[in-house]
């Protein structure tokens, strides 16, 4: 399926390698050999042992860390070009809301807009209509030590589509929170995702969230390779029997990867 997706890919990995030096001279391999692509308005899950080099895959996307070998390209242009050209239209959201604590909610949600160079208004008025998106245009003026930590992920987010981006990459978004709160916030997060046509790539330990999320899910190995990628049909997630299979299924796969280093 990666492949015959690759003549239409929003993302496209191919071949790539990366490795860190350890402080005591030691080699590690981050990712090796690592190839899929993700469509345009596709919803792609990865899972995967710790240490498979999940969120360095997400730093090379965004540009942040270069590859040692092969590329990552957006709509056909590598990402440090693609990164050069087009801010703001690859974001991503943490684990951590990272959020600036002496900002308003506002300020903070408009930060990606700045960097855009949109100009005050504008960017204030389009920060004010994402934080009414996420169920917080009462807590414009609010500061981040005065949100509860579910509050605080909703600026997140809304900081994130604010630029109109063509990609976001979720990195453990929703793992800080408690079930309750995480279940409304990815609920609330793939509602908007739809609702923009939005291309995204999450990053989580969380099957249930994966499945529940993605259409499809890839599942890597340590370091980063894909070992296998498994379709999840639409509305599985309502489906307690296809959930249970499909979260077999993952897990096979994630042990497999782990035995065939």
């Not at 899950?45 to 969120?55: F, L, Q, W």
């Not at 291309?199 to 993605?214: P, R």
Request: some cysteine; hydrophobic content about 45%.
């Amino acid at each position: 399926m990666a492949d015959s997706l690759s003549s239409i890919a929003k993302i496209r990995v191919r071949e790539a390698y990366k490795s860190f030096r350890q402080a005591n001279g030691n080699e590690v391999e981050a990712i090796k050999g690592l190839s899929f692509t993700v469509a345009a308005n596709e919803y792609v899950a990865i899972v995967g042992p710790t240490g498979a080099g999940k969120s360095v895959l997400l730093d090379c996307i965004l540009g942040l860390k270069s590859l040692d070998e092969g590329s990552i390209q957006i709509n056909g242009r590598e990402v440090a070009h693609y990164a050069q050209v087009n801010k703001g239209r690859i974001t991503r959201i943490f684990q951590e809301d990272r959020l600036l604590p002496w900002l308003s909610a506002t300020d903070n949600v408009a930060l990606g807009l700045q960097i855009q160079g949109v100009a005050v208004q504008e960017r204030r008025e389009r920060a004010a209509q994402w934080l009414e998106a996420v169920g917080l245009s009462n807590f414009c003026n609010a500061f981040p030590s005065e949100l509860s930590g579910g509050m605080r992920q909703r600026v997140n987010i809304a900081r994130a589509f604010a630029p109109n981006p063509e990609v976001i990459l979720l990195d453990e978004a929703f793992s800080a929170l408690d079930e309750i709160t995480a279940a409304r916030l990815r609920g609330e997060f793939r509602d908007l995702a739809h609702q923009q046509r939005m291309t995204f790539l999450i990053v989580t330990h969380s099957i249930e969230e994966a499945i529940f999320l993605a259409g499809r899910i890839l599942v890597f190995g340590a370091p980063a390779r894909l070992v296998r990628e498994i379709t999840v049909p639409v509305n599985a997630a309502a489906d307690r029997l296809k959930v249970d299979q499909i979260r077999d299924e993952v897990r096979a796969a994630i042990a497999d990867g782990v035995r065939t280093k």
